[in-house]
Structures are given as structure tokens and as C-alpha cells.
């Protein structure tokens, strides 16, 4: 029982950082601008697909792929929020931008299916089957490379987000967004570029979502959505260490009632989440709101 | 503000006016639109010169896109083949066969609305059912009020037949192999080995569904019965975080025999990975469904692991079956790939073709309550997916259940139980490692 | 000419103030007679088909406008009540043996079971800010939709099916129909009702500035909790009458999470917080969609793929070119034209004077 234990935690920790790939995108774009990027599933997706297409095609190691992906990425990120949610203005801003990216994430879905069918692709490397042996488990390669990425992308962002004055203007908008207008942050460039950045990173979490999850097509992204948007209240809004934290502590809790009964596995979660979120209203994670809502 | 009310209504009421003008135009256009233009398929007929004897036209709503599009794509392509085919041998009763296939997206709603649509407005001779048992129900009530049969190859589990549109009118015909027999000859294979051979334990990981844990249950009690012991049995849900920690437990806990409820080829893909990664891999291994889909389920797991792989099904691509053979040369001649790239799917949507022309036929005509009343009178038909007899609720009792295998690498689907049946090849006892 | 001019305008501006609530209640009569009359000049099942569909919707989403349109808060868990109504109505069918025309009876338990649910759901899920409140519904929605494939009532990923009808099948929709209409009817009037009452002025201020509110005496948190319960009576009913037209329910179509965002996408196209809004976006969307997939299979559009392009792109166009939904918006263009060439705001009395000194008309 007590390696039953062990292995459900160890596997939570590996799965969460797959899945902290996935949602910390999410966060950085709902906390900085206020979007619930419902898209955020179907862009996984796209990253997966991107991933597919060098490496069946091209030949190309899944993470050497990223070089081009993650960029790639960025670039759909930027156009996406200039063409679709730079006009959204008002009141009623936030709920918009659900209904903008939900239309987004249909016509993306729907150029997937036009381009790559319905049938499942999967992303194949020979660390994706192999594992190492260590303490008494195996560890499959894959999910250890994941989880050092997703370390090392938390490192990156924050370093981005404390160290340069970008990230500095990012934090600035994030707090109060018309003082840092009145100070001279050029807001829209901001808000671009962050949105950029979410995607671009998503395209990390697209890969391992196709490596690890025995094979997608372009339906595959409503499920995830849910899980992404509970991960990053639980960890807090625009928490980056936090999105870390609440996807390892989702999947492991998960991982831990599958021993008994992996249909309340989900339930425990969500149940979990309405705990916290009546305690503490901002996540693990979450600063308290200074603007008015 | 200024209280502006007397404005504000009276907008109001205007508004609501042209909103209700305008949905009212919409609809009219679309009655009047679709009842003027009946000939809206997705295939063309190839032109006939059965010039002097209408068309039969055939209505039905597919998944094409959402949950199920993967394989209500593969049900389209069985049925178009079947048209093909019918039309190229000179039609029903020498008419010429017209079909048309509506996109449900996997929504119940939609289902409802296109089988309204194609009866209503279409104005269709007679109706192939959709994919999928959890959208037969509420195609079923449109089309048993409107005295339509549902002739249908994906509605298997008890749920469908014991539908109460279905218990009232009866017009439900699945060609199928109902879900509740699907493991019996693994299950009479397992009995016939001496005590010393049986595997001696078992996992029985499922997906809540009725395709998934269905025909695995039965299967746990019988064996136990047999003296195989179960060391893991858990439902899972379809929609899973990730497949991994179940996975994980069933590799920890190293059974004999694996038996996989899934529904789709990605549950058997993780779980297969899944255990290469722990270094388990068990004797025997069969899956629900997965294992069924051909060139989908070799890429994805790659050939050398699909070796062993054992799988039930009423039909594969080597069935020894003159219509089938036919049918299987024929789609690869119009889809390209092989045989074994042949989905179970194609086979079910072709054999409900085959029955639904066999009922015109005998009938003389496409008067639904005919068809009804002989499809229920004991005949047993002869489809690419072999025997078809109805019950009074229109299950196929003369379904018979095989146990197929992949072999020689992962390029050979086979047949290998029941031992003795024709075409039944030697089974692989024990399932090869996993390769690469 | 200045003389008849003034008189002309005189005559004009005296006969517009009765005559606004007379055409106020035409156009109500001129509505509910095509609403009323539809099923039987368009009689086949097809057309009552988007007109069921349709008038479920336009309940839901008024429904949904009395809560969240009301006082600002999005909610993305209507399904939870709407679910939870058909599977009342499915599961006390089942249990209690009951079929034949027996089983309307059951709708009105449908509403209270859903309503119930509302209290401890309110109760947890208002007293967090906006955002996080979005969160919170969606999480419970989840809950609820996994409740559905779970527990060992509800049938499982097969669902229930509910009693036959042994109606004709050519008047089969037109008592569902009829329902529907009368549901969506009395859910406009109480919306109605609740704009120009201080319930209504009440919710107002809570969407404008929720701290002032309270401090100015507002029991918020009662507020709130009254009108999520009222939207939750109604569309618990109006699941429960969904149940037994379409026969079924599934933990994935009484739980369905595009459910969500659909009503949400009517209220804002037709103008979320008015009460013509969420009528008109659900007019247009629900019988639209529906039309567009049967229609999906002609020509260039023979491809379900490109028809969902399409619809995402359509969605797209209607959210940056009608944010503020289609009643707000239109109503400023009504004001645009009928101010041409005058000053903007002009109550009756100035035009008067206004007329003779610089009219162009």
C-alpha cells in the first residue's frame, strides 16, 4: 500500500508538470489581462499538431521542435490579440473576451480538422516509452525532460517578469492599468506581447499534452480546458509559481484517489477547489484585487 | 439618468417585433427553401437510365464532427461505398438510391433536428440510423412517431432496444453484435485450457461507458469462476485527466491477463505506453475497441507492439465472406491504403445497407411498416458482417462473436477464436514483449 | 409656410406622447399573435422543431439575463439547473412508474429540486468577487456533470430516457411548443417586472459599484441569492420540458458546457441587462445554428469543417461589430436617425420651438 502511495504522488508530480506547461500560459494571460482565453484547450492542440507535423514530417527531436514552435506560436498569439481583442472596450470586457476567444478556438478547431482530419496522431521518441529505474519505480524519460522544462520555463518567466523592465511594465499593467497608462507604459504593446508569450509557452504544453496522452485530434481540447481553468484559480491568477503548484497538487490528488476510485478522482479536485476558493477567494497563490471590479 | 421609460418600451416592443419578423422570415425561408430543394446529398447519384422510375432516397444524421467524428467519418464511408455499389448494380427494384447524410456533431439536439429535417422537409423514403447508442434514442422517437424503421449499426447496448420508443413501436434493427456477447469465445477459450494453463490473475480497467465496461463485467464473474483471480477492477472515467496513474497501478500490480474496457484507440495507446514505461508486460491483453481500427490502431502503438493484441468483433477485413471480400476491394479501390486498413465501422454501415435493401426488396416498395413487419418475421440475412436475425426488440441474435489477433508484427489481423470456426488461424498463447 | 409648419409640428408633437404606449401594446399583440399562430401556419414538425428549440432557449437565456444580466454576474453554470431539472423529471419517472400524459405533473419538482440546489451554490459561490465567481460556477457545473456519470441513480453515461408519448406524430411538438412559449412568456413578464421594481434597481447597483451598494443600505447578499434562485426555478422547469421533448438525457447534453456559453453568447448579442436581448439572440441563434448544420452538407459548405469556421468566424464578427448586443445598439441607431439634422436630445416641448427656427425636414 505505502508504494501504491508513493508512485500515485510520484506520478501526480510528473503529470502536474505536464500540465503546468499547459496552464501557465492561461494564467499569465487571464492575470495580466483580464481574458479567460477559453481557446487555451484548442491552442494545446495546435501545439501538438505543430510538434506532429516537424517531427513526422521533418524529422525533427520533439524538443528541438520547440525552437520553432514556441516562436511560432508567439507570432499567432500577437496576431490573434490585435485582430480579435485589442477592440474589446467596456464594462462587460471580461465576459466578451470569453465569447472572442470561444469563436477563435472554433475556427481554429475547424482549420485542424481541415487540415489534419479526425483521426488520432500521436507524438513518438524513443524517451517517450523508456524510463530509468530509480528508487524502486520507473520514471519515464518524457515526463522527467517535461518536468524540468516546466521548471525551467517557471525560472525563465519570473527572471522575464522581476529582472526586465518589460516585465516590469507587465506587472505594472497588472496591478492598476491606468496608472501605468498615465505613467507611460504603452499598454496595448504590453497586453500584445504578454498575450504572445502565453500562447508561445503553450506550445511547450502542446508538445507534452501529444507525447503523454496516447494520441489527439483536434476534439481533444474542450476537456482540458476546465481542468486548466480550475488549475490557475487554485494556484491564483496570474500566479506563475502558482499555476506550478496547483497543477501538481490537481494531479497528484487525483492521482491519489484513483488508487480507490478513479471516477471521484475529478470530483475530489473540484470539490477541493470550491474548499479553497470560499477560504480564500484568491487561490493559492493570488495577490488580492487592488482594481475596482 | 433621466427615467425614460414610455421610450424604452416602445423600443422594446419594436425590437421584439423585427426579432420576431426576422426569425419567422427564417424559418419560412428555411421551410420553404428545403421543402424546394429535396436533393441536397452529400454523394451524387451517378446518372441511370432508370429514367422512369423515381429515385429511393435514404436519410441519415452521421457524427461527423465532435466526439464521435473519427468514427462517424468511417460509418459515412460505409455507407456511400454500399450506395456506390447498389447504384452500380442498377438500384433497388431497378430505382437508383439517393443518400443523404446530415452532420449531427455528436449532439443530441442536432440529431433530433436532422432526422425531423430529413423526414419533414426531405421527405425521405426510409432512414439509416446514426453512430453511437447515446444518440439512437432521440432519433429513434422522431422516426418510431413518424412510423419510420431505424436500421442501425452502432446502437448496441441494452439501453437502445429497451428504449421505451423503441418498446412501444419496435422499429429499432441493430446489425450488429449486441454489446452483452462480445467476449464469449474468449471466455469459452479460457474454459477449455486445463486449470494448469489459465492465466491466474486478472486486470479489468474500464471506461465508464457503455462500450467500455459493458461487455468487460460479464467477463470478470465469469472467470472468476474459472479460477482466475482479479487483482485490479476499476471504472475510470472516459474523460481522464491522464490515463497514467490507473495504468500505473494495473502494470504495479503484474496480472496475467489484461482485459481493457476502452472505447477508442488513445485509452489503449496510453495504457500501452504506459506499460512499456514500467516495464510490464502481460501475457494475454485484449481491449474493448481500439485494437479494431485497423491502420489507426498499428500507428499509433506501432507495429511490433501491436503483436498479441487480441480484440472482439463481429468483422474484420479478412473475413472469409464473398461480400465482404467484395465490399473490402471495393473501398480500398475508391480510399486507396490495404485491407487491414479496413475499420470495423465501414462494415456495420455497409451490412445496413445490405438489410435495409433486402427489406425493399422482399416488400416490393419502401412503405416502412412492411419493412417493420418483415424485418421481425425470423428471416436471417446474409450481410458483410455474416448472419442477421432480429428479435422482437431488434437485437441481432444470430450475431456471432470473434476474438481477432494481430500476428506476424502487427500486419496481420486474424482471427483466432473461436478455435475450429472457419477462418479461425492458430492464437498466439502468449503475447511477444513489447518492441521498441 | 411658418404657420403650418409650427401647426404641423404642434399636431405631430401632442399626438406622440399617447400614441407611444398604444404602439407599445400593439407590438405586444402583433408578437404574441405570430408567436401564437406559428404552429399552425407553419405546421410541419420541422418548423415546430426550431420553434421548441428556440423558445427553450429564449427561456434559458432570460432566465439567465434576471441573475447575471441583472447584476453583472456571469455565471457559466445555467446547465447545473437546467441538468438538474431533467434528471429530476427522469429519475422521479423512473421511481414512481409513471408514463402517459401523468408525467407534466413532475415539471413544477423539477424547479424546486433546482432551486434548491440554488441556495447552497448561491450561498458559497456570491460572497467571491466577479472573476473568481465565473470560476466557481464552472467548477460546480463540472461537479455536477461528474455526479452525473457517477452516482448510481442517474444512469450513467447512457443517461434516461423518458416515457413514450403515444401522440401523432404530426402534432407531437405542438403542446411542447405551446409550453414553451407560455414559459418564456411569464420569464419576459417577470424580467419585465423586475426591471421597473426596486428588486430590479436593487440588482442595478450591485452591477454598478457592488461597495457602494451596501454601504448605502442594499442586503446585497439576499439580492443576489433571490434572483439566482428565480433564475433557477425557471430554467429547472424549462429543463425538465426539454427532458421529455427530446426524450433523453445524457450527463454530456444535461451538462453541456457549450449549453453555457451559448446563453451567454444570446444575452450579449441581442444586449445582456435588457430584456429584449437574450429573446432576440436566442431567436436568431438557437433555429440558426440548427438550419446551418442541416444545411451544411450543399455545395462549398460540404464539409462540417468549414461550417464551424465559419460559425466561430460569425461569432467573431458579431462580438467586435455589435458589443454592446444588438438592442443596445440598435436603439442608438434608432436615436442617430431620428435625430438627423437635430439636436440630439430633444424633449417634446423644445421641438416645438426647435422646428420653425432651423428644421430641415
Known amino acids: 500500500m505505502a508504494a501504491e502511495i508513493y508512485r500515485a504522488i510520484a506520478d501526480g508530480i510528473l503529470i502536474g508538470g505536464v500540465y503546468a506547461l499547459m496552464a501557465v500560459g492561461l494564467t499569465l494571460i487571464f492575470g495580466v489581462l483580464d481574458i479567460i482565453n477559453i481557446a487555451q484547450g484548442v491552442l494545446v492542440v495546435l501545439g501538438a499538431y505543430l510538434s506532429y507535423s516537424l517531427s513526422a514530417r521533418l524529422h525533427l527531436d520533439l524538443f528541438v521542435g520547440l525552437l520553432v514552435t514556441v516562436p511560432a506560436m508567439f507570432v499567432i498569439g500577437v496576431v490573434i490579440h490585435y485582430a480579435f481583442i485589442r477592440r474589446l472596450r467596456g464594462q462587460e470586457r471580461t465576459a466578451m473576451t470569453l465569447l472572442v476567444t470561444y469563436a477563435v478556438a472554433l475556427i481554429i478547431e475547424g482549420i485542424l480538422y481541415e487540415i489534419y482530419g479526425p483521426n488520432y496522431k500521436e507524438l513518438n521518441a524513443s524517451y517517450v516509452t523508456n524510463s530509468v529505474h530509480m528508487l524502486g519505480f520507473y520514471l519515464p524519460y518524457i515526463y522527467l525532460y517535461g518536468f524540468a522544462l516546466a521548471l525551467a520555463l517557471v525560472a525563465v518567466l519570473y527572471a522575464m517578469l522581476y529582472r526586465t523592465r518589460f516585465g516590469r511594465s507587465v506587472r505594472a499593467t497588472m496591478q492598476d492599468e491606468t496608472a501605468a497608462r498615465l505613467i507611460g507604459i504603452d499598454v496595448n504593446k504590453v497586453a500584445a506581447i504578454t498575450f504572445g508569450v502565453g500562447v508561445a509557452v503553450t506550445a511547450t504544453g502542446g508538445m507534452m499534452f501529444g507525447a503523454t496522452n496516447g494520441g489527439f485530434n483536434p476534439n481533444s481540447g474542450y476537456d482540458l480546458i476546465s481542468r486548466l481553468l480550475a488549475i490557475i484559480i487554485l494556484g491564483g491568477m496570474g500566479s506563475i509559481g502558482g499555476a506550478l503548484a496547483a497543477s501538481i497538487f490537481m494531479l497528484t490528488v487525483e492521482s491519489l484517489v484513483t488508487i480507490w476510485s478513479p471516477q471521484w478522482a475529478i470530483i475530489v479536485f473540484y470539490a477541493a477547489l470550491v474548499i479553497v476558493l470560499v477560504v480564500r477567494p484568491t487561490g493559492f497563490f493570488g495577490r488580492a484585487p487592488v482594481r475596482a471590479q | 439618468m433621466r427615467p425614460d421609460l414610455p421610450w424604452f418600451c416602445t423600443k422594446q416592443a419594436l425590437s421584439m417585433g423585427v426579432a420576431a419578423a426576422l426569425s419567422v422570415a427564417t424559418l419560412a425561408a428555411c421551410s420553404s427553401s428545403s421543402s424546394s430543394s429535396p436533393n441536397a446529398s452529400s454523394s451524387s447519384s451517378p446518372s441511370s437510365s432508370s429514367a422512369n422510375k423515381s429515385p429511393i432516397s435514404i436519410g441519415a444524421s452521421l457524427s461527423l464532427t465532435g466526439d464521435f467524428s473519427d468514427e462517424g467519418v468511417a460509418f459515412q464511408k460505409g455507407y456511400e461505398l454500399w450506395q456506390s455499389d447498389v447504384n452500380a448494380h442498377g438500384g433497388i427494384l431497378g430505382r437508383q438510391v439517393k443518400l443523404t447524410i446530415l452532420d449531427d456533431k455528436s449532439d443530441p439536439t442536432q440529431v433530433q433536428t436532422n432526422y425531423q429535417t430529413l423526414i419533414n422537409s426531405d421527405r425521405v423514403d426510409l432512414l439509416f440510423g446514426p453512430f453511437s447508442s447515446l444518440l439512437t434514442t432521440p432519433s429513434d422517437s422522431v422516426a418510431a412517431r413518424a412510423g419510420y424503421a431505424l436500421v442501425e449499426g452502432a446502437g448496441g447496448t441494452e439501453a437502445v432496444f429497451t428504449n421505451p420508443a423503441n418498446e412501444a413501436d419496435k422499429n429499432i434493427f441493430d446489425v450488429s453484435l449486441p454489446v452483452r456477447d462480445y467476449f464469449k469465445p474468449f471466455i469459452d477459450w479460457i474454459s477449455s485450457l486445463p486449470a494448469s ?121 479478412g473475413y472469409q465472406n464473398a461480400s465482404s471480400q467484395a465490399m473490402v476491394q471495393a473501398y480500398v479501390a475508391k480510399n486507396g491504403g490495404t485491407a487491414s486498413d479496413v475499420n470495423a465501422n465501414v462494415a456495420e454501415a455497409y451490412a445496413v445497407g445490405q438489410i435495409v435493401a433486402d427489406a425493399v426488396t422482399a416488400t416490393g416498395g419502401t412503405d416502412n411498416a412492411k419493412i417493420i413487419s418483415y424485418l421481425h418475421a425470423g428471416h436471417t440475412f446474409q450481410t458483410v458482417q455474416g448472419a442477421v436475425t432480429f428479435d422482437n426488440l431488434g437485437r441481432n441474435t444470430a450475431g456471432l462473436a470473434y476474438i481477432f489477433q494481430w500476428q506476424q508484427n502487427g500486419t496481420q489481423f486474424s482471427q483466432v477464436l473461436p478455435i475450429g470456426s472457419t477462418g479461425s488461424v492458430p492464437i498466439i498463447a502468449t503475447k511477444p514483449n513489447w518492441t521498441g | 409656410m411658418k404657420a403650418s409648419t409650427v401647426k404641423a409640428s404642434t399636431v405631430k408633437a401632442s399626438t406622440v406622447k399617447p400614441s407611444t404606449t398604444t404602439l407599445k401594446l400593439a407590438g405586444l399583440v402583433v408578437l404574441a399573435a405570430v408567436a401564437v399562430a406559428f404552429p399552425y401556419v407553419y405546421s410541419s414538425p420541422v418548423n415546430t422543431n426550431y420553434g421548441v428549440y428556440a423558445l427553450i432557449f429564449v427561456t434559458v437565456a432570460s432566465a439567465w439575463n434576471i441573475f447575471s444580466g441583472f447584476s453583472g454576474y456571469i455565471s457559466l453554470g445555467q446547465a447545473v439547473f437546467f441538468g438538474t431539472g431533467a434528471y429530476t423529471v427522469g429519475i422521479a419517472a423512473r421511481d414512481w412508474h409513471m408514463n402517459g400524459d401523468g408525467i407534466f405533473l413532475l415539471l413544477p419538482l423539477g424547479a424546486v429540486v433546482a432551486t434548491a440546489i440554488a441556495v447552497p451554490f448561491g450561498l458559497i459561490a456570491l460572497r467571491v468577487r466577479r472573476h473568481t465567481f465565473i470560476v466557481i460556477t464552472i467548477a460546480v457545473f463540472f461537479i455536477f456533470q461528474l455526479m452525473a456519470y457517477d452516482f448510481w441513480f442517474t444512469g450513467g453515461t447512457i443517461g434516461l430516457p423518458a416515457p413514450f408519448l403515444p401522440w401523432q406524430a404530426a402534432t407531437f411538438n405542438n403542446p411542447f411548443y405551446f409550453m414553451a412559449l407560455g414559459t418564456a412568456a411569464v420569464t419576459i413578464a417577470l424580467a419585465w417586472l423586475i426591471r421597473r421594481s426596486k428588486f430590479g434597481l436593487q440588482l442595478r447597483a450591485i452591477k454598478d459599484d457592488e461597495d457602494r451598494a451596501l454601504g448605502l443600505g442594499v442586503r446585497t447578499m439576499r439580492v443576489k441569492l433571490s434572483a439566482f434562485m428565480l433564475s433557477a426555478f425557471i430554467t429547472g422547469f424549462i429543463g425538465g420540458v426539454w427532458f421529455l421533448y427530446i426524450t433523453q438525457v445524457l450527463p454530456s447534453s444535461g451538462y453541456d458546457p457549450l449549453f453555457d456559453l451559448t446563453i451567454v453568447l444570446m444575452a450579449f448579442l441581442g444586449g445582456v441587462g435588457t430584456i429584449a436581448g437574450p429573446v432576440i439572440g436566442a431567436l436568431l441563434i438557437e433555429p440558426g445554428r440548427l438550419w446551418l448544420t442541416t444545411r451544411s452538407n450543399i455545395g462549398w459548405l460540404a464539409n462540417g469543417y468549414v461550417s464551424e469556421i465559419l460559425l466561430g468566424a460569425l461569432f467573431l464578427l458579431i462580438v467586435l461589430f455589435v458589443p454592446r448586443g444588438i438592442v443596445p445598439t440598435g436603439r442608438e441607431w434608432i436615436k442617430k436617425l431620428r435625430s438627423r439634422g437635430r439636436p440630439a436630445i430633444s424633449p417634446a416641448g423644445a421641438a416645438e420651438q426647435a422646428a420653425p427656427a432651423g428644421s430641415r425636414r
Open chain 2, 197 to 317: 494453463q489459465r492465466p491466474k490473475t486478472a486486470a479489468y480497467p474500464m471506461a465508464d461507458d457503455p462500450f467500455g465496461s459493458g461487455p468487460v463485467q460479464p467477463v470478470q464473474a465469469q472467470l472468476t469462476a474459472l479460477g482466475v483471480k482479479t487483482v485490479y477492477t476499476k471504472i475510470f472515467p472516459e474523460e481522464n485527466s491522464s490515463y497514467k496513474p490507473a495504468a500505473d497501478q494495473v502494470a504495479a500490480a503484474k496480472p496475467d491477463l489484461v482485459i481493457l474496457g476502452s472505447t477508442d484507440v488513445p485509452t489503449v495507446q496510453a495504457f500501452v505506453q504506459a506499460f512499456k514505461q514500467q516495464h510490464f508486460n502481460p501475457k494475454i491483453f485484449l481491449a474493448a475497441a481500439g485494437p479494431d481500427q485497423g491502420a489507426a490502431f498499428t500507428s499509433a502503438v506501432g507495429k511490433g507492439n501491436a503483436q498479441g493484441i487480441m480484440v472482439p468483433n463481429g468483422w474484420y477485413p
